[in-house]
């Protein structure tokens, strides 16, 4: 599971606003005198409009300065959350480069309505949404206002029509290398790149047409859209993100600024279409960046997306899954454990053996030092037998408490489980939580020391991390190793938005570390037999062309499934309207023909039983 960072982990924004100036500061960004109002030759001070304040890069030429009298039309009013309203100057300069609204911050319920005609004194800031630390951009806005109403019911300025025609292909400049990479201080080409268009819109009134929905509703209230309807599309209707070059310049996020309690947002999945206009101001968020806050809200048209169904395995093939449970335990509805079960049973069709991700202890996420989860997986078990499905067994390895990250207390591993009427498992004792399996010779094939066991678990690739789970099964006679893997997740890299181009992975080190040390474990079974059958899975939280996957398939001793699958259709996961791969299937040599699914049922949809979709893989061993 990609988790969504906690809103309370920020900086206020009055205190980010400071924060960030104080730091454009010490970086040379700004300069100038304590007042923002400039004098001409015949004396006369000239009013500050709108695109001063902005400028022509990220960083307001004003920023920490008091600005009086900025007019505008309040083109929209967050009642919620980050509460303010949006002004923007009817009357625009001749520079593409520099935004003619502006967010104004006002803490308490503004008491302003769309159409006024608005003065407005205060202090020019630059908020970063989810802190400094976070690496987003920041938004230019005025704190701590003296708002004063000229008019009302005033037209507002017109939209900018945001479309395929209007978004440039190319997706970020490169960051000043001085500068750790930052694009703050670079002057905006919004004609060049996606990212300064869209920052030389912030605060602008914006608007989208008829668009397809490539991210699903959230439980915030929000999806995705993509204005470039031809952009690396998928079978099923979502855009891919198949290379770190290709982040789909397209996608925008979509909120409403009416409160739900007012106005339910609509449910979408992807492939739908949000038809009509979606009109209203171009804010910056923390959870996906640039985003138009709906003051107009289009309507939904579904495409009425199924639920995939993989083929059900032949007498003579081995059916393998992964499937992340997202934090499965039993304090779940037992609605979740029938809709999961489902899913096995129909979706996937009941596979030999199904490798689990993120099962929970018995008592879910109380930090209490429980670390069994007998009851976890007796409760999921059963309602797969209930859902029609055969009676599994599972293998795991309790954790020691604490240990493996993940939600604190939930305690959460990896789990097999396997249908003894197709297959067995073969039992080694003396696997726990610190000790490392190894591989021996025996009767002329590799075997495990112990099955089921943990792979190197002292090394510090897995510190703070799950470490993979090795078993050892029969399938008609033959052996299959199989090693169940969940890395490190992508906690704490910067967003495609970020400030930083390219945008740093910082959460790929350990990954890599993690990587080379299931490859070299299956390089320890390959040596003792070279056509030995090796599965390696799980949630990899890594893509298939990234440096990760190169490592796990170093030296010919994997290989990642799923780039069998045409390259349309190589998704298990949808993050900020992008398809991309986190969950593998990766083989060994000795496996040399396989049919391979990736199975979706939840990544694409707004009602979820888990985030991620499973995969299949069916051979014969």
Same mark, same amino acid.
């Given at each position: 599971?990609?988790?969504?960072?906690?809103?309370?982990?920020?900086?206020?924004?009055?205190?980010?606003?400071?924060?960030?100036?104080?730091?454009?500061?010490?970086?040379?960004?700004? %300069?100038?005198?304590?007042?923002?109002?400039?004098?001409?030759?015949?004396?006369?001070?000239?009013?500050?409009?709108?695109?001063?304040?902005?400028?022509?890069?990220r960083?307001?030429?004003?920023?920490?300065?008091?600005?009086?009298?900025?007019?505008?039309?309040?083109?929209?009013?967050?009642?919620?959350?980050?509460?303010?309203?949006?002004?923007?100057?009817?009357?625009?300069?001749?520079?593409?480069?520099?935004?003619?609204?502006?967010?104004?911050f006002?803490?308490?319920?503004?008491?302003?309505?769309?159409?006024?005609?608005?003065?407005?004194?205060?202090?020019?800031?630059?908020?970063?949404?989810?802190?400094?630390?976070?690496?987003?951009?920041?938004?230019?806005?005025?704190?701590?206002?003296?708002?004063?109403?000229?008019?009302?019911?005033?037209?507002?300025?017109?939209?900018?029509?945001?479309?395929?025609?209007?978004?440039? +292909?190319e997706?970020?400049?490169?960051?000043?290398?001085?500068a750790?990479?930052?694009?703050?201080?670079?002057?905006?080409?919004?004609?060049?790149?996606?990212?300064?268009?869209?920052?030389?819109?912030?605060?602008?009134?914006?608007?989208?047409?008829?668009?397809?929905?490539?991210?699903?509703?959230?439980?915030?209230? !929000?999806?995705?859209?993509?204005v470039?309807?031809?952009?690396?599309?998928?079978?099923?209707?979502?855009?891919?993100?198949?290379?770190?070059?290709?982040?789909?310049?397209?996608?925008?996020?979509?909120?409403?600024? +009416?409160?739900?309690?007012?106005?339910?947002?609509?449910v979408?999945?992807?492939?739908d279409?949000?038809?009509?206009t979606?009109?209203?101001?171009?804010?910056?968020?923390?959870?996906?960046?640039?985003?138009l806050?709906?003051?107009?809200?289009?309507?939904?048209?579904?495409k009425?997306?199924?639920?995939?169904?993989?083929?059900?395995?032949?007498?003579?093939?081995?059916?393998? %899954?992964?499937?992340?449970? !997202?934090?499965?335990?039993?304090?779940?509805?037992?609605?979740?454990?029938?809709?999961?079960?489902?899913?096995?049973?129909?979706?996937?069709?009941?596979?030999?053996?199904?490798?689990?991700?993120?099962?929970?202890?018995?008592?879910?996420?109380?930090?209490?030092?429980?670390?069994?989860?007998?009851?976890?997986?007796?409760?999921?078990?059963?309602?797969?037998?209930?859902?029609?499905?055969?009676?599994?067994?599972?293998r795991s390895?309790?954790?020691?408490?604490?240990?493996?990250?993940?939600?604190?207390?939930?305690?959460?591993?990896?789990?097999?489980?396997?249908?003894?009427?197709?297959?067995?498992?073969?039992?080694?004792?003396?696997?726990?939580?610190?000790?490392?399996?190894?591989?021996?010779?025996?009767?002329?094939?590799?075997?495990?020391?112990?099955?089921?066991?943990?792979?190197?678990? +002292?090394?510090?690739?897995?510190?703070?991390?799950?470490?993979?789970?090795?078993? !050892?099964?029969?399938?008609?006679?033959?052996?299959v190793?199989v090693?169940?893997?969940?890395?490190?997740?992508?906690?704490?890299d910067?967003?495609?938005?970020?400030?930083?181009?390219?945008?740093?992975?910082?959460?790929?080190?350990?990954r890599h570390?993690?990587?080379?040390?299931?490859?070299?474990?299956?390089k320890?079974?390959?040596?003792?037999?070279?056509?030995?059958?090796?599965?390696?899975?799980?949630?990899?939280?890594d893509?298939?062309?990234? !440096?990760?996957?190169?490592?796990?398939?170093?030296g010919?001793?994997?290989?990642?499934?799923?780039?069998?699958?045409?390259?349309?259709?190589?998704?298990?996961?949808?993050?900020?309207?992008?398809?991309?791969?986190?969950?593998?299937?990766?083989?060994?040599?000795?496996?040399?023909?396989?049919?391979?699914?990736?199975?979706?049922?939840?990544?694409?949809?707004?009602?979820?039983?888990?985030?991620?979709?499973?995969?299949?893989?069916?051979?014969?061993?």
């Amino acid at each position: 599971m990609r988790s969504r960072p906690a809103v309370t982990g920020s900086l206020p924004r009055s205190a980010a606003v400071a924060a960030v100036v104080a730091t454009a500061l010490a970086g040379g960004l700004l %300069a100038g005198s304590a007042s923002a109002a400039d004098t001409s030759t015949d004396g006369t001070t000239a009013a500050t409009r709108i695109h001063d304040i902005q400028g022509t890069t990220r960083i307001s030429p004003l920023a920490g300065k008091q600005v009086t009298g900025v007019e505008g039309i309040v083109t929209g009013v967050r009642t919620y959350g980050s509460r303010g309203f949006w002004m923007q100057d009817p009357e625009a300069d001749d520079d593409a480069a520099t935004s003619e609204g502006v967010f104004v911050f006002t803490s308490s319920v503004p008491t302003v309505a769309v159409g006024d005609a608005v003065s407005v004194s205060g202090l020019v800031g630059e908020y970063v949404p989810g802190g400094l630390n976070s690496g987003n951009q920041s938004a230019t806005q005025i704190s701590k206002p003296k708002v004063t109403v000229l008019s009302s019911g005033n037209e507002l300025p017109e939209a900018v029509q945001i479309n395929e025609y209007s978004v440039p +292909a190319e997706y970020a400049p490169q960051g000043d290398a001085a500068a750790a990479n930052s694009i703050n201080g670079l002057t905006l080409e919004p004609g060049t790149y996606a990212l300064d268009y869209y920052e030389s819109l912030e605060g602008m009134n914006v608007r989208i047409g008829t668009s397809r929905v490539v991210g699903a509703t959230d439980p915030y209230a !929000e999806l995705w859209v993509t204005v470039k309807g031809w952009e690396h599309n998928t079978p099923r209707g979502g855009t891919l993100y198949n290379s770190y070059e290709s982040q789909n310049t397209g996608r925008l996020q979509i909120q409403q600024l +009416a409160p739900l309690a007012q106005q339910p947002f609509p449910v979408a999945n992807v492939g739908d279409k949000l038809t009509g206009t979606t009109e209203g101001p171009l804010d910056f968020n923390q959870f996906g960046g640039y985003t138009l806050a709906a003051r107009t809200l289009g309507t939904v048209q579904s495409k009425n997306l199924q639920r995939e169904r993989t083929a059900p395995q032949k007498q003579g093939e081995l059916a393998v %899954a992964t499937y992340n449970v !997202e934090n499965l335990d039993p304090t779940d509805p037992q609605d979740k454990f029938d809709a999961l079960a489902k899913g096995v049973v129909e979706n996937l069709s009941s596979p030999d053996v199904v490798a689990l991700e993120e099962i929970q202890d018995d008592n879910g996420a109380k930090n209490d030092g429980t670390v069994s989860a007998g009851e976890t997986l007796r409760k999921f078990t059963d309602a797969i037998k209930a859902a029609g499905g055969p009676a599994y067994e599972w293998r795991s390895i309790e954790p020691e408490n604490l240990k493996d990250g993940g939600e604190p207390g939930g305690n959460i591993r990896q789990v097999f489980l396997f249908n003894p009427a197709r297959v067995s498992f073969t039992d080694r004792d003396g696997g726990n939580a610190t000790t490392a399996t190894g591989v021996v010779r025996e009767a002329g094939h590799a075997a495990l020391t112990h099955s089921p066991g943990r792979i190197d678990p +002292a090394n510090p690739a897995w510190q703070d991390s799950r470490k993979p789970l090795a078993g !050892e099964f029969v399938f008609r006679g033959r052996t299959v190793i199989v090693i169940a893997n969940h890395f490190s997740s992508k906690g704490g890299d910067e967003g495609l938005t970020s400030s930083h181009q390219p945008v740093p992975r910082s959460s790929e080190t350990k990954r890599h570390l993690q990587a080379e040390a299931v490859n070299s474990f299956v390089k320890d079974v390959l040596a003792v037999q070279p056509n030995a059958n090796v599965i390696a899975l799980g949630d990899i939280n890594d893509f298939e062309f990234s !440096e990760t996957a190169q490592k796990l398939e170093d030296g010919g001793a994997l290989y990642s499934a799923i780039k069998s699958l045409p390259r349309a259709e190589r998704y298990s996961y949808v993050y900020q309207g992008n398809a991309q791969v986190l969950d593998q299937i990766l083989t060994s040599p000795g496996i040399k023909k396989f049919s391979y699914d990736s199975v979706h049922i939840n990544a694409e949809f707004a009602d979820q039983n888990s985030d991620h979709d499973p995969q299949v893989l069916r051979f014969i061993p």
